[in-house]
């Protein structure tokens, strides 16, 4: 693992920001090319500094917002250094529609950084919807943390698109981090229902599948879900580690609780189990 981890620039649903030094410890120390389809905030990714990556996401928005930041993060850095943090200023960016892909990027950084709790959330209509945060000791701009993003972003080759295209290219002795949407706020009864409408069934099962055909090309593949029967099942040649964290999706910090995931592992070097 490398030594030089570095926090995201955008909290993003479902992000391993908490978790991304205890998934880190399972990334052997010397490997090809790190695939990230899921990626979002990019933690693993920026935990790791891995030398050669793909990240890829389904959000146009995110990935144009890190191609912009990687290939001209000052003109980013100058969109923000214009805004500034209270409640008028911040529903004024929220309600913009800047024209050009500095401004966009600034504008998702902006909101994510302001925004209550730092969530990222839009409506059906496709338009961001949280509200203003309330957070007014926060900085607006970090220019040196944003460069350092930037710098690591330019490494890698940023694609928008579904997982499965996202990792057409592995080979043999890459690494693979799957971390596809799901929530751990439902018990048994109510999980697949609603995280169907987060990442539908058949996308599951289509995930597990990849992913063991992947293991089986001799790539590394690791992959974050919620710890529940239905899930693990479809992974019956992998181990699965499970994983405590706090839950953040409560209001407040009294109300969070110790919940857990998993994280299954397969591939070279990995011993399988049921």
């Not at 995110?62 to 990687?70: G, M, R, S, W």
């Not at 850095?77 to 401004?103: K, Q, T, W």
């Not at 080979?171 to 697949?192: C, E, K, M, R, W």
């Not at 599951?204 to 590394?220: K, S, W, Y």
Request: aromatic fraction near 10%.
């Amino acid at each position: 693992m490398a030594s030089t981890s570095m926090a995201p620039i955008l909290k993003w649903p479902g992000g391993k920001r908490a978790l991304a030094q205890t998934i880190a410890r399972f990334v052997p120390g010397k490997y090809g090319t790190y695939y990230e389809p899921f990626c979002g905030g990019a933690a693993l990714f920026l935990a790791l500094d891995p030398p050669r990556a793909v990240l890829g996401d389904t959000n146009a928005e995110l990935i144009e917002c890190y191609q912009t930041l990687a290939k001209d993060p000052d003109a980013v850095i100058s969109e923000l250094a214009m805004m500034r943090n209270d409640a008028r200023s911040y529903f004024s960016v929220r309600a913009s529609r800047p024209a050009s892909p500095a401004g966009r990027a600034a504008r998702l950084i902006y909101l994510c950084r302001l925004s209550f709790n730092g969530i990222y959330r839009v409506n059906k209509a496709g338009e961001f919807n949280v509200p203003y945060g309330r957070r007014d000791h926060r900085s607006v701009c970090e220019p040196e943390h944003l460069r350092a993003v930037a710098l690591r972003l330019a490494r890698a080759d940023l694609q928008c698109g579904d997982f499965q295209t996202t990792v057409e290219t592995v080979q043999a002795g890459d690494v693979v981090y799957f971390d596809p949407p799901y929530t751990l706020a439902h018990g048994s009864n109510g999980f697949i229902k609603y995280n169907s409408q987060l990442f539908a069934w058949s996308d599951q099962e289509r995930l597990a599948r990849v992913a063991a055909d992947l293991a089986d090309r001799g790539a590394m593949v690791l992959v974050s879900n919620a710890d529940h029967r239905d899930v693990r099942a479809l992974y019956p040649g992998f181990v699965c580690h499970v994983i405590h964290r706090h839950s953040v999706i409560a209001a407040t910090t009294a109300a969070r609780r110790l919940v857990t995931e998993v994280l299954m592992i397969a591939g070279e070097g990995i011993s399988k189990c049921g």
